[in-house]
């Protein structure tokens, strides 16, 4: 299968050009920005990509890739400091500007009609288009064979080309959304520039995905952890479908799940998938081990760890009722791509923001094989996957729900008060988003319509996701005329598409008031509720 690969030179969201490749159905995974050229021949792909990043290219030490990958004759295209690499690396010359561009500019493509246009611009229409820059640098000199491609009011290379070697150069971001046809841009490159074939799509990953996991595991048992979450649940349902019963799933009832979780997961497991469930009541455990632990961190380790012990104790319970053969050899994880990049360990550099229970939280003693079959899956390719293999919609459309589960929701320590609270108050918040569907027409016209309305879902369906969150904050509130001391519930809701950018949820208000007044009225122990309005980033989706 053809592919395209990024280096990375620590953008936060180098993966989301990536993302972008792939939409245009063409495969993309991402590398150091310091991978051997060889390691790179090896892989083969169609075209490379530089990614962005926060260096100067004139600082010392600034990171730099193998100078043997122009020798390759792949075609080459560099992003913001990936353009500034390639004018550096072939006798341009970079400087701190005095005209620096943050945010939305005008692109001014050159060139008189489609056939003057470079072919990295074919296709878009009119030469003016917005497009998003985030940089200090700019090049003030271009190397020999180099010529530009379009300009903006601030910067005179704004993308530059070499159609002989097919190297390009763009000082803007085609894989944000702020760029106007930045995803017609990326697949010029991939398919027109590069010649890569549209041949990725979910349905061959799950076929591919299926013969790798047979091959990988023979004839030995796996474990896999499932939450009812979408992720675990497409991993069972992916396990399940390549080896079947070698596959045994466990859920982990450790006390910070939502409201009946563990009847409802149980249930559709067994009913709809066909597939049955250990059942592992582990509250106290859980709960024993975070008393007194308000930093989140060490609360998403502690949880990673007991995770982990209670795996252990399976392992060993198996052994002992079984021969070897039949014994555990390989816990299957639901990590995403999102997952690998937030927890630091994508390929480049970039910084930890937090850590992931599947990623960084589980302890290297654990004497089990991991396999991650939806490790290089954007987590809206996993919904695609999971409709493939008949999860049903129940589960399909519930709301990504953390693997630390409210754990992560609770600010500070988790106190059994803070977790009926948290439950009860995000009970309410998702049993209100879902009775607007019967109402979606009304509530539909006290908000701006947009490209991506459809006013035959409620708000539940429209939106990523959706919970209540509660601290140490208090406040004082007044009921039944009596002075009350009270916890303050700050509701989160979130629109997203990947979960690697998100923006807060513009309700109306009505329903925002709705949703207020049944917690202060409902959830013992409330006095005021908040709504968040921080967009990601600079914010995460969940608080801790």
Not at 90 to 100: A, E, I
Not at 368 to 388: F, G, N, T
Not at 415 to 435: F, G, N, W
């Amino acid at each position: 299968m053809d592919k395209l690969v990024v280096l990375d030179f620590g953008s936060q969201y180098s993966h989301l050009i990536c993302r972008r490749i792939r939409e245009a159905n063409v495969y993309c995974e991402l590398l150091p920005y310091n991978t051997p050229a060889k390691v790179i021949k090896e892989i083969d792909p169609k075209g490379i990509i530089f990614s962005g990043g926060p260096a100067s290219v004139y600082a010392q030490n600034a990171p730099k890739p193998d100078k043997e990958i122009f020798k390759m004759g792949k075609p080459l295209l560099g992003i913001c400091y990936g353009h500034q690499v390639l004018v550096d690396s072939f006798g341009g010359k970079v400087k701190r500007t005095n005209s620096r561009e943050y945010g939305r500019s005008v692109l001014i493509i050159e060139g008189e009609g489609e056939e003057d246009t470079s072919d990295l611009f074919k296709g878009l229409g009119p030469g003016i288009m917005n497009c998003w820059m985030s940089h200090a640098d700019a090049a003030e000199k271009l190397p020999e064979g180099f010529k530009v491609l379009a300009r903006t009011e601030n910067s005179f290379s704004a993308a530059i080309g070499n159609p002989d070697k097919k190297f390009y150069g763009i000082q803007f971001h085609p894989e944000v959304v702020h760029t106007e046809k930045g995803t017609q841009i990326l697949k010029n490159f991939a398919q027109t520039i590069s010649g890569a074939k549209p041949e990725w799509d979910i349905e061959s990953f799950i076929g591919s995905t299926i013969n790798d996991i047979r091959k990988q595991v023979g004839r030995e048992k796996v474990l896999a952890a499932v939450s009812g979450g979408i992720d675990s649940t497409t991993v069972a349902a992916l396990m399940h479908k390549a080896i079947g019963d070698q596959l045994s799933c466990v859920f982990i009832n450790h006390g910070l799940l939502r409201q009946d979780e563990e009847k409802d997961v149980v249930r559709l497991f067994k009913d709809h998938l066909g597939i049955n469930i250990i059942y592992v009541d582990a509250e106290k455990q859980f709960l024993g081990k975070l008393k007194g632990v308000s930093d989140p961190e060490e609360k998403r380790k502690i949880i990673g760890e007991e995770f982990a012990n209670v795996f252990a104790a399976i392992v060993k319970k198996k052994e002992k009722e079984k021969d070897d053969a039949d014994s555990f050899q390989w816990l299957a994880q639901g990590t995403l791509y999102p997952d690998v990049i937030e927890s630091g360990v994508s390929k480049g550099p970039a910084a930890v923001i937090k850590t992931h229970h599947n990623v960084g939280g589980l302890p290297k003693w654990l004497n089990l094989k991991v396999i991650e079959p939806l490790r290089y899956l954007y987590k809206d390719e996993v919904r695609k996957a999971a409709k493939l293999l008949g999860v049903p919609d129940e589960l399909l459309k519930r709301h990504p729900f953390p693997g630390p589960g409210l754990a992560v929701r609770i600010i500070g320590e988790v106190t059994p008060e803070k977790i009926r609270i948290c439950k009860h108050a995000s009970k309410i918040v998702e049993d209100e988003l879902k009775s607007t569907a019967a109402f979606a027409p009304t509530f539909a016209s006290i908000v701006p319509a947009t490209a991506d309305t459809d006013n035959n879902v409620g708000w539940y369906d429209k939106v990523w996701q959706a919970y209540a969150a509660v601290g140490d904050d208090r406040a004082v509130g007044v009921l039944g005329d009596e002075r009350v001391y009270g916890h303050i519930v700050i509701i989160r809701i979130v629109e997203s598409s990947d979960a690697m950018t998100a923006d807060w949820s513009r309700l109306p208000y009505e329903l925002i008031e709705k949703i207020s007044n049944r917690i202060t009225n409902e959830v013992e122990g409330v006095t005021w509720v908040t709504y968040a309005v921080s967009s990601k980033p600079p914010a995460t989706i969940e608080p801790q």
